[in-house]
Each structure stands twice: as C-alpha cells, then as structure tokens.
C-alpha cells in the first residue's frame, strides 16, 4: 500500500494537470497535452519494466508486451508534442507510433489466451470473429456512416476517423474473445487487460468524436481516458508480479466473466443497431448489410462446430467408460456397487468369484452371501458408515470346500446416489500367515511355553467354569546366574517349565512372563487352587540335577480368582498376593480373595451407575517438563460405589465386562471426557487408556468421531493410550480403526513402552504420536541416575521417528527436577497433582501458577491386598 501511494497520487496530479491545461490550436507547438501523455507513459514502461523483473522468466513476455506498448506510446506522444508528427487530423508519425502502441493490449491477451490448454480454440477463433464483426457493423450504421456523410469531412480526415472508429470495435472484440477461457492463475489479469483496452478504446472513440466535431473537451477526455489505461496496465502488471507460485488448482480453465460479457454485448449488439436503425428510419449501406450477413454465417458456423465436439467428447466418455470397464474385469480385486438395500447393482468378474455370486441370480443381497455370524456387523458398518474416511470391513464368505474365503473391503458413498462402492481383495492367505505368525508371537522361544500374551488371550476367553490364575517366580534363582551363568540358568528355566507341565493337568495353562516368572491358570474353585498352588511350591523346591550340577531352588505363589474379562486384574491380583508371599518368608503361596469388582458386579448394575452419575472421572494433571506449563489431562472413570466406595478403573471395567456394559461404558467414557475438557475451553488434551479386551474394536472410529460432534472439541485434542496388551488381544478390526481416527486428527499413544518385547516394532502398525514411559521400571526406586540414563536414551530415539515422550508415574521430586533439567518432554504421576475431578481442574487451570510439586497429591483409588 505504500509503494503504490506516491503512483496514485503522480496519476492524480497529471490527470488534474490534462483536466485544466488547454490543448493547443491546431497547428500550435509544442501540444503541451501530448507531452504530458508522453511523460506518463514512460512511467508506465519504466514500472513495468522494474516489476516485470521479479517474475519468473516464462510469465514475463505478456507484461513485457505491455510495457514496450507504453514506450511506444510515449514515443509517438513525445512526436506529436514537437512538431514532429503532423496536425490533428491528418495521419502522421506520430499517429502511426500511437496506432502500433495500441496494439500492445491485445498481444498481451493473446499471449495470455496461449496458456490455457483445455480451451476449444475453433470455438473461440469464431467467437472473436464474431464480436469483432458484429461491433464493426454497429459502428459502421451507428457511428461511421453519419460521420462520414458526404460532406461531413475533408477527404484526409477521413482514413484518421476510420482508424479510430474502428480501432474499439476490432480490439475489444478481439480481446474480449481472447481472455473468454482462461486459468485461474491468470483470470485477474485477463480481466486487467480487458480493462486496458476498453480505456485505449474509450480514448479511440472520443478522438474520432474530435475528428468529427473539433471541440477540446473530446481531446481532454480522450487523454484522461489514456491516463488511465497505462495506470491500470501498470497496475495489472503489479498483481501478476505479486502473485505467487501457480497450483496445480490454478491450471484449471475457468470462464472470464468479462471477456464473455463482451462477446455477448456484441452480438446482442446486432438485433438492437437493426431495430433501432429501423425506428429511426436509418440508412443501412452496403457494408452494414454485408456484415450482418457475415454474423449470421459465423453463428452458422459456430453451431456446426459444437455438434461436431458434442459428438467427440459422447464418443470420448464412450470410449472412456469401455476402457474403465475393460479395466474392472481384467483387475484381480473386486470392484461391487450396492444400493441402499445391500443389493448388488454392478459386480465384477473378479467380485462376483470371490463373492460367489451364481449367474441366475445376477443381483442378490450382499448379506445372504455372507458368514451367517458376520452379517450384523456388515449391515451395522455399511449403513452407518458416514464421511470419505471409513473403516475396512473384513468379510468372510463360505466356500464349496467347507472353508470360508476371508475377504478385505474398502468402501465409499456415492455422494447424492444412495449406492456405495466396494472395492474387494482376497486376503485368506495372508491372513492364515499371519495367524501363524500370532501363533509363533505367543509361544516362548526358550522354554516353548506360552508367553504372556497367550496368557492373557486364554484369560479373556469366556469360560463358564470357575478359573484361577497363579503367579509364581523362583526364590535362589538370581544366585544360580551369577554362580553358574546364564546357560546353567537357562537349562534350570527348561527344567523348572517340564516340571509345572508334568504336575498340571493338561486343560491347564502353564505360561512363561519372562525371567524366572511364571503363571498357571487352571479351572477349579479355590481349593482346586490353593492345591495346585502347594504341588508348584512342592515340586519346584526339589533340587534340580542340570548338566552334572546340583542346583536347589525354591518358588513362590500368588494365586487369585479370575472372572470373565477381569485378566489384567487378576493378574494385578495375583502379583499382590506373590509380593504378600515374598513377604512371609519365601517358599510359600498366599491367596488374593478380595473381589471388589465382583462384588459390585453382583450388587449393583452399572447401567444404572452410569444413569445416576455414580460413574464420574478422575484427572492426572500432565505437564511438559521445560515450562511447567499443562498441556493436558489423563481421565479414569472410577464407580463411587455407595457400599464399596470408590472403585478403580480396572474393577470398573471388570464388573461391566460380567454385566455386558463394557460397549456402553466405552461411549460414556468417550462422550463425558470430552464434553468435560471441551466445557473448559482452551486446546488442554484429554487421554484415557482403552482397556484391554473389553474394547470394542468395531464400534470406536464411531463413536470418537460422535463424541467429538457432540462436543464440539477439535480431534488434535483427544488422546487415546494403550498398551501392547490391548493390540495383542484385541480384534483384528483394532488396527484400522486406530488408523480412521488417526487420519481424523486423533492422537495415539503406546503405554508402557520398553516394558514389553517389541519396542519399536509397533510403528510398523499403528501411528504413533506419543509414547508413554512407566519410570518405576527403568530401575530401583532411588536410583535417579540410571534412570534418568534410559529415560533420556528412549526420549532421543523417539525423537528420531518424530514421536513425542511421556514420562509417567514420577512420584519423587527429586526425579521431577532431574527430568526437568535434563529433559524436554511430559510428565504426569503423583508429583503433580492427580486424581481430580472436572470441577478442580477448571480451577487449577484459572492458577497456572499453582502447578508445582504436589506436597499431598490426591491420592488414587486402589484395589487393597
């Protein structure tokens, strides 16, 4: 705005200047009006040429045109200011260089037009044409003919008068035809140069107006009207050297409103000069009537052509459509549309083998076709698939030799048609790899005993027997590696696993956690338990005779109760009880009988916890390490059970998984967490972890993307955590709905990572954007140096795949300060404050200041031992 205010205000003054100088007699010299225009127009010639410099190479020839027109300009001005160009009226060197200069505008629009590729150039050429003739005709009967009656004029008067009465009709039907179609890269500036020219015109008409009628006023006007049109080509010239690179957008053709209003003004130009000349009962010569004649054929002419490219581009989309279907039935996927039935329209030849699809029935339903287990599901994802990003559908459908064809479907709406678009792959054999791989991935590759994994698998499995889980680890072991080494203790490790094997039954499970932990989950009640508990303690403690050497060794057992989709708890359980049995003294088993999400399973209903807000959620503060600052919260629900008190989330989870709330206490937990932070404004982000198995795979991309609708929160802001647990056990449908809502905007984050056997393994899978790092288990609780050595080993690699570092459960404020100075990542745990509700947040956020060591933080409700 600057720059361009001292041009403004130049103009002004010139255009004040021409506006009140009188022209000169004719004959008089010098016409100080001409050098005026002369001087204008060389500035016009020098910004051009200042701003054209800054463009790139290929888009300065237009402007460069337009800026050696104005210099032409000022030539032939500066020749007719000095004498040197002959008398108004008569066609002199000055005139000529003039002439020659106003053709500038147009050879700009033409090499503007040259750019568009997509343009029907036949079309247009006979557009120009048209408008050309059709304004030359209404000059011609309007303009021309009265002035050039015999008599009018001296006969030397009259080639001048020609030349600027038909100087309008020629270029502004020219160029107006040109910049008719453009790019949309170069649509201001199409319109810029119509503007040129239609001022150089206006000038044009009011000399020959001069011509006709020698007055001063038509040479005043005619040189105001030249002011600015060099002012608006230099300024077209500046939005072209200002814009910036071109898109791939800006290539597309586009229709110039103005050049089309000017084609249009011409030929409706037509009909209104014949009436009028009919009203007014004026003369129409020769010419007239020859160039009517001539507009007549040229539309004529133009209609030939677009039946001809009608016809082209039908044979085009003709030829494209059996190219496109010669391409469906030659391609090995699947291509199917279905109506909102789930009627098959259209099947491939490739879709209608893997489907099945009989040739008497050429258009069945997509369900009847299916697993009979799989066709709720599919109904449910097809019709409430919303939005482009949809999940993949895994189809199975029945075979002829009694197995099922497992098929992979990606799908799409048809906007406004009502029919979706399948695209379908035959996955059957990969997905048998990968289920062997599974099955080598639970498996342990020293003892070949299952792992944890498979542990937890067959824990989450229903069960209608009463089922116990004991964890045990050997007591003296530590003493065999570093006596004897680790191939002595690995050999002992196989022994110990032959010996649980062989005092089992088979229907038990005897797994390997890792190191000398091991777990044994077997049915039974609780004296079946406490009795296989007192075998393993027996057993193990005899000694053992391993490559010649003698080695004694002895085990202790945690053994609880474990209840439908309450694995991880039992397992927690479990571990509190081996931990009370460590205590006791070694050698020995204790039993974890305190149940209180069974208990409440059997007491309450957690719908109705969930109706009456007993259900609420808890908040851990998460602060970023270098600035103190929060950026986050991570929520729990927990059960404000009225006879239990305030129950965690894992026996919350546990009791809805035996009463069949788990799906429900899903979409509570998405729905509240957001409605709650997003009710405290601001971009804080909310975590929570999704549990293991009791998530429902299938139903997640769903509702996060409704949670999200109802409360308004952006998707950056939700964050959702899990584990290794929860992919290891979850369905197959887990993995691409953590990729939909990742490609919405949600963020991801992998739980206690380093903790478990794949590490980094898991980018492969799922994208992450956080890992969250447990800092008890990077080493002994007070030794602050070693941990802080891995945790700033874990921070630098995540660094390296872009993934972001949570540091959790930091409960000492002097690993606090340690983090801070030596790190920049989050921190969460109970140095911070933690286990708040909505409420204290709020008012922790309305004191930033606040956030410090927490010298009592709220403590977390626990499960006792």
């Known amino acids: 705005m600057r720059r361009s205010a001292p041009a403004l205000t130049a103009l002004a003054v010139l255009t004040t200047v021409l506006l009140t100088l009188p022209v000169g007699p004719v004959g008089t010299r010098p016409q100080w009006d001409d050098l005026v225009l002369a001087a204008t127009a060389a500035w016009a010639a020098w910004r051009c040429s200042t701003l054209t410099r800054s463009m790139r190479r290929r888009d300065r020839l237009p402007f460069q045109v337009l800026g050696t027109g104005a210099l032409v300009f000022a030539a032939g001005s500066l020749v007719t200011g000095v004498g040197l160009g002959g008398q108004l009226g008569g066609l002199g060197l000055g005139d000529a260089l003039v002439m020659v200069a106003s053709l500038g505008p147009t050879v700009s629009s033409a090499l503007l037009g040259g750019r568009v590729s997509g343009a029907r150039w036949p079309i247009l050429v006979i557009d120009g044409l048209l408008a050309t003739v059709a304004l030359v005709v209404v000059a011609d009967v309007l303009v021309l003919s009265p002035a050039l009656a015999p008599g009018a004029l001296a006969d030397d008067q009259e080639p001048l008068l020609l030349a600027y009465g038909l100087y309008p009709a020629v270029v502004m039907g020219v160029v107006g035809a040109l910049c008719t179609v453009t790019t949309t890269a170069v649509t201001r500036s199409a319109t810029g140069m119509v503007l040129v020219t239609g001022l150089f015109s206006l000038a044009s008409g009011l000399l020959a107006a001069a011509i006709a009628r020698p007055e001063p006023g038509w040479a005043a006007a005619a040189d105001v009207a030249v002011v600015l049109a060099l002012a608006a080509g230099v300024r077209v ?21 103005a050049g089309a209003v000017i084609v249009v003004v011409a030929l409706v130009g037509v009909p209104v000069m014949l009436v009028t000349a009919l009203v007014r009962d004026m003369p129409l010569d020769a010419g007239a009537v020859a160039g009517t004649a001539i507009v007549i054929a040229l539309l004529l002419l133009r209609v030939v052509v677009r039946i001809r490219d009608t016809g082209r581009v039908r044979e085009d989309l003709v030829r494209s459509e059996q190219d496109f279907r010669g391409l469906v039935e030659a391609s090995s996927d699947g291509v199917a549309i279905i109506d909102a039935d789930l009627r098959l329209e259209f099947t491939s030849p490739a879709a209608r083998t893997l489907l099945g699809v009989a040739d008497p029935d050429p258009h069945p339903l997509l369900l009847d076709l299916l697993h009979e287990e799989d066709r709720p599901r599919v109904r449910l994802e097809l019709t409430g698939a919303v939005g482009a990003v949809t999940p993949t559908l895994q189809l199975r459908v029945p075979h002829a030799d009694g197995d099922a064809r497992e098929l992979e479907v990606t799908h799409h709406e048809r906007p406004g048609s009502g029919r979706r678009v399948l695209h379908l792959r035959d996955v059957t054999t990969s997905r048998r790899r990968e289920r062997e791989l599974e099955r080598m991935a639970f498996t342990d590759h020293l003892t070949r005993l299952p792992n944890r994994a498979m542990l937890f698998q067959e824990m989450a499995a229903p069960s209608a027997a009463e089922r116990r889980l004991l964890v045990l680890d050997l007591d003296g ?121 069974g208990q409440a399973a059997a007491t309450s209903d957690v719908a109705t916890a969930l109706a009456d807000g007993e259900v609420q959620l808890r908040y851990d503060v998460v602060a970023t390490s270098d600035t103190g600052l929060i950026t986050g919260v991570h929520a729990a629900p927990v059960w404000a059970h009225p006879e239990l008190g305030l129950l965690p989330a894992p026996e919350l ?134 941990t802080m050595k891995v945790l700033t080993a874990i921070e630098s690699s995540a660094a390296a795949f872009d993934v972001y570092t949570l540091a959790g459960e930091v409960g000492s404020p002097e690993l606090y300060d340690r983090i801070r100075a030596q790190c920049r990542m989050a921190v969460t745990g109970p140095v911070l404050p933690s286990g708040l509700t909505a409420a204290q947040v709020a008012a922790l956020l309305r004191h930033p200041s606040a956030v410090v060591i927490a010298a009592s933080p709220v403590p977390r409700p626990r499960a006792e031992v």
Request: charged share 20%; glycine share 10%; aromatic share 4%.
């Open 237 to 257: 010239v500046q939005l072209a050297a200002g814009s910036t690179a071109p898109s791939a957008a800006d290539a597309a053709v586009a229709v110039n409103p």
């Open 653 to 786: 989870w546990a009791a809805a998984e035996r009463q069949g709330q788990d799906g429900a206490l899903q979409q509570w937990l998405l729905r509240q967490a957001c409605a709650e932070v997003a009710a405290l404004g601001g971009e804080l982000q909310v975590g929570f972890d999704l549990p293991p198995r009791q998530l429902r795979a299938d139903e997640l991309a769903g509702e996060v993307a409704a949670a999200l609708a109802v409360s308004g929160m952006a998707p950056r802001q939700l964050v959702l955590a899990f584990d290794e647990e929860v992919l290891q056990t979850s369905s197959a449908g887990l993995i691409p709905a953590l990729h939909v809502v990742r490609a919405a905007g949600v963020h991801l984050c992998l739980n206690d990572f380093g903790m478990g056997s794949t590490l980094w393994s898991q980018l492969a899978r799922v994208p992450l954007d956080t890992v969250r790092v447990d800092v008890r288990g990077l080493a002994a609780p007070d030794d602050h140096e070693r």
């Open 477 to 597: 072991f530590k003493a065999v590696n570093d006596t004897a080494g680790h191939e002595f203790g690995d050999l002992l490790l196989v022994e110990v696993a032959r010996r649980l094997q062989s005092l089992l039954r088979t229907d038990d499970l005897v797994a390997r956690l890792g190191g000398d932990e091991f777990a044994v989950l077997i049915t039974g009640d609780e004296e079946a338990g406490t009795e296989a508990a007192q075998r393993v303690v027996d057993v193990l403690g005899q000694p053992y005779r391993v490559d010649g050497r003698t080695f004694s060794v002895g085990a202790s057992v945690g053994l609880c109760r474990v209840h439908p989709g309450g694995g991880q708890l039992a397992f927690r359980l479990a571990d509190t009880a081996l931990r009370a049995a460590k205590q006791a003294g070694k050698g020995c088993w204790r039993v974890h009988s305190e149940d209180r999400g």
